[in-house]
């Protein structure tokens, strides 16, 4: 695989995506807001007073009210990213809104999807085993060695379909998007197929690089994010450039281990 020129072609993909359309910048900006102006409203000095909150003055109203917007907007940027994950070149406008909308809705389905056994099975062990703790009259108590060892076992299961979620779920999503059916997303057996034609070592090096650059990139805005006041400006304005360009660049590392097209039998 060749990591450099997935890597540039993400770059010039993110790059050309906002340059010279500053319109579609500042759409990007204004759907990530509602998440940014949650710190405006919770003034932790007041709330925190040594080791006692104060949940009275937290704005629980305000809150909710900017989650609920930060939830709505991030289906028309999760939208966004389907179309991206689609191989759309040159980078889309922001068009057909409703589609965005419900597309968006579509991949955080899939993704979800992808992680719900291990959360289930995991919530489930956690709240036996607190409430073992905490509530012996309410839950079983944990004085059965069995039953420790089972919900020790259910722990390590719901590790275990945390990881192989997490390494799966990209790959689903983006032949979701590719194929146009929310069942091919979570198909297992295709999902490996397509990895396994990337290359195990491939999709782990595709992984850390990824995550090596969102780290970096993370340092780099975080320097100026520490100005008061406008400092925070700063990462909203260039998340853009980061979802877009991680978006593209496992677009091309799907496409990399898509199945060749059949070859036609000579006349």
């Given at each position: ?28 900006v ?7 102006l ?67 809705i ?35 108590p944990?004085?059965n ?19 192989i ?29 397509i ?36 400092g ?5 304005a ?30």
């Amino acid at each position: 695989m060749e990591f450099e020129k997935i890597v540039t072609d993400a770059i010039e993909y993110s790059r050309d995506t906002f340059l010279g359309h500053w319109t579609r910048w500042l759409i990007f900006v204004l759907l990530g807001l509602p998440f940014s102006l949650i710190r405006f409203v919770v003034d932790p000095a007041k709330i925190v007073d040594k080791t006692t909150i104060h949940w009275e003055l937290i704005p629980w109203g305000s809150i909710a009210v900017l989650v609920l917007a930060g939830i709505i907007t991030s289906f028309f940027v999760a939208g966004y990213t389907v179309r991206i994950y689609r191989g759309t070149k040159p980078a889309p406008d922001f068009t057909g809104w409703v589609s965005l909308f419900i597309d968006g809705i579509k991949l955080d389905i899939v993704i979800i999807v992808w992680f719900l056994p291990g959360l289930v099975l995991g919530l489930a062990a956690l709240a036996l085993l607190v409430g073992g703790l905490f509530m012996p009259g309410v839950f079983p108590p944990l004085n059965n060695p069995a039953l420790i060892l089972a919900l020790g076992l259910a722990l390590i299961v719901a590790l275990v379909l945390f990881i192989i979620a997490a390494l799966y779920v990209t790959i689903g999503a983006i032949r979701f998007t590719r194929a146009g059916s929310m069942i091919e997303g979570w198909r297992f057996s295709a999902v490996s197929g397509i990895i396994r034609r990337i290359g195990w070592a491939n999709y782990f090096i595709a992984l850390v690089l990824l995550g090596v650059v969102s780290v970096l990139f993370s340092l780099a805005v975080s320097v100026p994010a520490i100005i008061p006041y406008v400092g925070w400006i700063v990462p909203v304005a260039l998340a853009p450039f980061l979802t877009v360009f991680s978006a593209r660049y496992f677009a091309l590392v799907y496409e990399a281990g898509e199945a060749p097209p059949p070859v036609s039998p000579a006349a």
